[in-house]
């Protein structure tokens, strides 16, 4: 196709360099967010909230928002802020709701499944440093670092990894490792073993794992069959990881 005023464009050169253009941009993102690891984190509301909850819950009214910790484009509370986590409650739907917001207020990311806020709301985030974790880009359109623990623009909680805990996982393809033979496996609970770049060795729970003060059966572990479980593997639609603890709250 030409135009008046512009040479003539090859339309097989141009579509060439329009699917480069898109590999370009796709390689770019993937780089920008590589992820090798998930870390648990566990967060607590501020005290504020729960006195709130506990005057107001049986009467059906939203409450304030309370901000639990500001986000910023690099780990130092000096690097550009680019949102905010926020929460509140909200009566439609019986819990406080989590909020990702931007600068500008606009509402990028909302996590519902709260649970039992009292003994502490877990997410995953994908990277620790110097007192500040990181959650999925995909949150705020931005790179996202909050800081953890009592200081200003800090939320409370802390977070740890998922080595030696009990997660529970979907039906998920893995490898037999060593050997490497492709697999499904079932939904349920599993104990990563440890992290090998980015994957998790993985094995089934057995009773000894929890044993919750019930008499165990002895399982030999080195009959256990072992997994490798590509951290990608874990990632949903959604930028949230189809990974938790099993038993958050103990026995």
């Known amino acids: 196709m030409r135009f008046a005023g512009y040479p003539e464009v090859d339309s097989d050169a141009q579509a060439m360099r329009n699917i480069i253009f898109v590999i370009w941009v796709i390689g770019f993102n993937c780089q920008a967010q590589r992820i090798d690891n998930i870390l648990d984190l566990e967060l607590y509301l ?10 107001n819950y049986n009467k059906e009214i939203k409450s304030d928002i309370w901000i639990l910790g500001s986000i910023f484009n690099a780990p130092s ?3 550009k802020k680019v949102g905010d986590l926020i929460t509140y409650y909200d009566p439609a739907f019986g819990n406080f709701i989590l909020q990702f917001r931007t600068v500008d207020g606009s509402v990028l990311k909302e996590i519902r499944n709260v649970g039992d806020w009292g003994y502490g709301v877990h997410l995953n985030v ?10 999925p880009d995909e ?5 996202a670092w909050i800081k953890v623990g009592n200081g200003l623009n800090s939320i409370n909680g802390y977070v740890s990894t998922f080595l030696d805990q009990i997660v529970s996982l979907p039906t998920i393809s893995v490898k ?5 033979v492709e697999q499904l496996i ?8 440890k992290r090998q770049g980015n994957s998790f060795i993985i094995r089934s729970e057995i009773p000894s794992d929890m044993p919750c003060g019930s008499d165990i059966k002895k399982v030999e572990m080195n009959s256990l069959p072992r997994y490798q479980l590509m951290i990608k593997n874990l990632i949903k639609e959604d930028s949230e990881f189809s990974i938790e ?6 026995c």
């Open 139 to 143: 949150f705020l359109n931005s790179v």
């Open 126 to 135: 994908i990277g620790s440093t110097d007192g500040f974790i990181r959650f």
């Open 186 to 193: 079932k939904r349920g609970n599993y104990v990563i073993e």
């Open 46 to 55: 501020p005290n504020e909230a729960e006195t709130w909850y506990n005057k």
């Open 245 to 250: 603890l099993a038993y958050p709250r103990g």
């Open 77 to 79: 509370n000096a690097s």
């Open 176 to 180: 037999t490792y060593p050997d490497g």
